[in-house]
């Protein structure tokens, strides 16, 4: 059963925005630290971002100042506005919850987050 479920994907030329979005199909995101990871072909997985319960961001480095992470409650989703692409951004991207809490120099461990969505493809070009 899906317990988180990404869209927003597409294709989109350099310098251009995309905005993802991950609704809680079976969770209930309030009670967890959700974020955002991506996974190029032949790579592995690395953290986008994250927010915590209390609304704290955590990002990697190279998306700080592009990308900013939110969360509405009371929709129970997760969003990631991607502004300012780059052709290195194109991967699938995978929206993620744990049981955790996290420090601002917080490096994101896909091993620290038990629920997974499937993924929805980013291209740009």
Known sequence: HVQLVESGGGS????????????GAELTLRGYC????RQSAGTEREGVGAIARDGSTSYADDVKGRFTISKDNSKNTLYLQMNRLRPEDTAMYYCAAGDLEFDPDYDLDPSDFGYWGQGTQVTVS
């Open 12 to 23: 989109v030329q350099a310098g251009g925005s995309l905005r993802l979005s991950c609704v």
């Open 34 to 37: 959700v974020g955002w990871f």
